[in-house]
């Protein structure tokens, strides 16, 4: 054994719980100590203890090294919100990959959005009922947008990229998103080994698929990425497949995109890739990159077979036979 870590897990609701404990399995066959504290939320614990996340979940996320995170139903916003802040979960950060045997659209697509996590237009009360209508605020500070831009710039180099592209729209936006492009190139200047470019969201939006491959790293801030992360994940097909992760300085939190998915919830035949690549991105974020490598080409290699798939990539498998095959392909 090598390393070892505390590891925060929750597999909240739904498919969430099923997820996990295939995540669970893959980290268990690595060279790598861990060491899990399981935490509650979500609709059943609000059923159960009265709240959806509670005090000692939170205690338990922030004491570890990382958290995992399966999904949550209807609480899901109280629960990943409150966490975020909770964390001062400052990055989000969604892959845009595409991978064989997928519904991938074209390709070769291989980015990274990162995405502001805590001001822009999503700030909790700052919007307003005024006599005709009503007003919401758009924040950009020097000190978040700072942090994510250099977040950004570090992401690349320490994950040997070559380029960060800025999205914004400061032709329209010019003093907040003006702002935010001049601190772009500002903090560009302690990384003269990066190519910087930047483009306006609504060219980004068509880019995104006229020449996927053109990006990668897209920083960005709160809304425009929510929306550019979903673009990405209708790009290279596919719920099943797409992780994403919450950074912060006091704590790192990875989860997959999808929800409890109550539909298929309970039949065993959820695909666990999308948890798995978030547990790749947790050894990322550990700096545990071998072990991260030796399950992302497992993967590879399951969905370049194509044999053993979940019912969601047109195959006819579990969750236990896919988790079990990636166990095979390490
Ligand atoms: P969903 O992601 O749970 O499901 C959407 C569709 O994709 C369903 O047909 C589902 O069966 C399928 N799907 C999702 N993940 C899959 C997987 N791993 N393998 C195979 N098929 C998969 O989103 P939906 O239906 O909008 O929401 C269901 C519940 O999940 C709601 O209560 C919602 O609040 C919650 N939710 C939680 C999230 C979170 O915890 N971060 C994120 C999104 C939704
Ligand atoms: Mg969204």
């Given at each position: 054994m090598t390393n070892k870590y505390k590891?925060?897990?929750i597999p909240g609701d739904g498919i969430g719980k099923e997820v996990i404990d295939a995540a669970i399995s893959i980290l268990n066959e690595l060279n790598i100590d861990f060491d899990y504290e399981y935490g509650e939320a979500g609709d059943d614990c609000l059923e159960k203890t009265g709240t959806a996340l509670p005090q000692e979940t939170i205690d338990i996320?922030?004491?570890c090294d990382?958290?995992?995170f399966g999904a949550a139903g209807e609480t899901a916003a109280d629960v990943i919100?409150?966490?975020r802040q909770e964390l001062k979960m400052f990055a989000n950060l969604?892959?845009?990959k595409s991978y064989p045997n997928t519904n991938s659209l074209t390709e070769n697509i291989d980015f990274m959005i990162v995405r502001e996590n805590t001001e822009g237009l999503y700030i909790a009360n700052q919007e307003e009922i005024t006599s005709n209508g009503a007003i919401a605020k758009r924040i950009i500070t020097r000190e978040a947008e700072e942090r994510i831009i250099d977040y950004a710039f570090k992401y690349a180099i320490e994950n040997n990229k070559s380029k960060v592209t800025c999205v914004h729209k400061a032709n329209v936006l010019k003093?907040?998103?003006g702002l935010f492009?001049?601190?772009?190139?500002e903090i560009g200047e302690k990384y003269p080994d990066i190519e910087k470019e930047d483009f306006y969201v609504d060219a980004t939006a068509m880019y995104l698929i006229t020449q996927p491959q053109n990006f990668e790293i897209i920083v960005t801030t709160n809304l425009f990425g929510d929306i550019l992360s979903d673009e990405g994940a209708g790009l290279v097909g596919g719920l099943g497949l797409i992780p994403s992760a919450n950074i912060g300085k006091d704590?790192?939190?990875?989860?997959?995109?999808?929800g409890s998915a109550p539909d298929i919830a309970g039949k065993g035949i959820a695909n666990p890739i999308a948890m798995i690549l978030s547990a790749v991105m947790m050894l990322r974020y550990l700096t545990e990159n071998d072990s991260a490598d030796r399950i992302e080409n497992a993967i590879l290699k399951l969905l370049n077979q194509g044999t053993v798939l979940t019912e969601d990539l047109g195959g006819k498998s579990t969750t236990l036979e896919v988790t079990n095959e990636i166990i095979n392909l390490l």
């Amino acid at each position: 054994m090598t390393n070892k870590y505390k590891i925060a897990i929750i597999p909240g609701d739904g498919i969430g719980k099923e997820v996990i404990d295939a995540a669970i399995s893959i980290l268990n066959e690595l060279n790598i100590d861990f060491d899990y504290e399981y935490g509650e939320a979500g609709d059943d614990c609000l059923e159960k203890t009265g709240t959806a996340l509670p005090q000692e979940t939170i205690d338990i996320v922030k004491n570890c090294d990382a958290c995992l995170f399966g999904a949550a139903g209807e609480t899901a916003a109280d629960v990943i919100v409150k966490l975020r802040q909770e964390l001062k979960m400052f990055a989000n950060l969604r892959p845009v990959k595409s991978y064989p045997n997928t519904n991938s659209l074209t390709e070769n697509i291989d980015f990274m959005i990162v995405r502001e996590n805590t001001e822009g237009l999503y700030i909790a009360n700052q919007e307003e009922i005024t006599s005709n209508g009503a007003i919401a605020k758009r924040i950009i500070t020097r000190e978040a947008e700072e942090r994510i831009i250099d977040y950004a710039f570090k992401y690349a180099i320490e994950n040997n990229k070559s380029k960060v592209t800025c999205v914004h729209k400061a032709n329209v936006l010019k003093k907040s998103d003006g702002l935010f492009k001049e601190i772009f190139y500002e903090i560009g200047e302690k990384y003269p080994d990066i190519e910087k470019e930047d483009f306006y969201v609504d060219a980004t939006a068509m880019y995104l698929i006229t020449q996927p491959q053109n990006f990668e790293i897209i920083v960005t801030t709160n809304l425009f990425g929510d929306i550019l992360s979903d673009e990405g994940a209708g790009l290279v097909g596919g719920l099943g497949l797409i992780p994403s992760a919450n950074i912060g300085k006091d704590g790192a939190l990875f989860e997959p995109v999808h929800g409890s998915a109550p539909d298929i919830a309970g039949k065993g035949i959820a695909n666990p890739i999308a948890m798995i690549l978030s547990a790749v991105m947790m050894l990322r974020y550990l700096t545990e990159n071998d072990s991260a490598d030796r399950i992302e080409n497992a993967i590879l290699k399951l969905l370049n077979q194509g044999t053993v798939l979940t019912e969601d990539l047109g195959g006819k498998s579990t969750t236990l036979e896919v988790t079990n095959e990636i166990i095979n392909l390490l």
